[in-house]
């Protein structure tokens, strides 16, 4: 079974890094670049979710609850 992992991160390049590695292992990746586009996932249940705490203008911490 596929595990899904959400990562939440504004750095493009490194979020595309990350991914490239995390699918070799089997994972489906979702990226996300802003904490506003965050809604649009919500509806889908992940195994893991990765999130930078410096997200610009908001923390990361502000989506834990």
């Known amino acids: 079974m596929t595990k899904r992992l959400l990562m939440i991160d504004d750095d493009v390049d490194f979020c595309e890094l990350l991914s490239r590695g995390l699918k070799r292992q089997g994972y489906?990746?979702?990226?996300?670049?802003?904490?506003?586009?965050i809604?649009?996932?919500?509806?889908?249940?992940?195994?893991?979710?990765?999130?930078?705490?410096?997200?610009?203008?908001?923390?990361?911490?502000s989506l834990l609850p």
């Open 28 to 37: 489906t990746v979702d990226i996300v670049h802003q904490a506003n586009d």
């Open 39 to 61: 809604q649009d996932h919500l509806t889908v249940s992940y195994d893991v979710i990765l999130c930078d705490l410096n997200l610009g203008h908001q923390s990361g911490m």
